[in-house]
């Protein structure tokens, strides 16, 4: 079975550029979870979806964040425009409902210059 | 606040070693524990989870964590180490019946041969 997994794994861009990670789940998986890492620091949830609708996103930081779930399949989170303190590792999470434990993909380490 | 609590940042060991790892949580609830452990170049996985029953719980690769509510307590324990131990490990809580996971801010552990 497939696991969790994030495109790209590395991504450095400048301050005000664009940025979109993707996540795929575990298939059959209707939650998606989306987190950050910023150096150093304890993994914070970003928010979540169940299928195609967001059910909490009370983790993200400001409205240059935008995450969607086309489909209830895959996942996008676009940072627009980025700005140097969004740096950090991006994990995705998928889980079956009702949830066990949440698994996780290898990461999207942001860095923005 | 919903908060979890680690309470070494890095901890270094000879090979044989035991290991306590401490972590506590702050919740207003019921909560679900887990601990994670992510080997270096890879993604977070689960070492063990406790949702209810017996306190004490045995995970993957010779690790067990204790439950005390008492003490709003989680630690993570193996015997002996082994230099492949080394990685950093993550404690995280969940409210029952929730989604939200809240993670520590991570121990990493250097395992000396």
């Known amino acids: 079975e497939a696991g969790v997994t994030q495109f790209p794994s590395h991504s450095v861009i400048e301050k005000g550029q664009t940025v979109t990670l993707r996540c795929d789940p575990i298939s059959g998986h209707d939650n998606l979870y989306w987190y950050r890492r910023v150096m150093g620091k304890e993994i914070k949830f970003l928010l979540h979806f169940v299928k195609e609708s967001k059910q909490d996103e009370s983790g993200m930081p400001n409205n240059r964040f935008l995450a969607e779930r086309t489909g209830g399949t895959y996942s996008t989170l676009k940072v627009q425009p980025a700005e140097l303190e969004d740096s950090g590792v991006y994990f995705c999470?998928?889980?079956?409902?009702?949830?066990?434990?949440?698994?996780f993909g290898q990461g999207t380490r942001l860095t923005v210059v | 606040a919903q908060s979890v609590s680690q309470h070494n940042h890095h901890v270094i060991l000879s090979e044989a070693a035991s290991l306590e790892l401490g972590c506590n949580y702050s919740?207003?609830?019921?909560?679900?524990l887990f601990w994670y452990v992510q080997y270096p170049g890879q993604h977070l996985q689960l070492l063990l989870k406790?949702?209810?029953?017996?306190?004490l719980v045995k995970g993957i690769k010779g690790f067990e964590a204790e439950f005390i509510k008492s003490k709003f307590s989680f630690n993570l324990r193996k015997p002996s180490v082994q230099w492949s131990d080394t990685a950093e490990y993550f404690c995280a809580a969940r409210i029952v019946g929730g989604f939200k996971t809240i993670f520590g801010a991570g121990t990493r552990l250097f395992v000396k041969a």
């Open positions: 919740y207003g609830g019921t909560v679900n």
């Open positions: 406790y949702f209810s029953g017996d306190p």
């Open positions: 999470a998928s889980s079956q409902n009702p949830p066990t434990e949440a698994f």
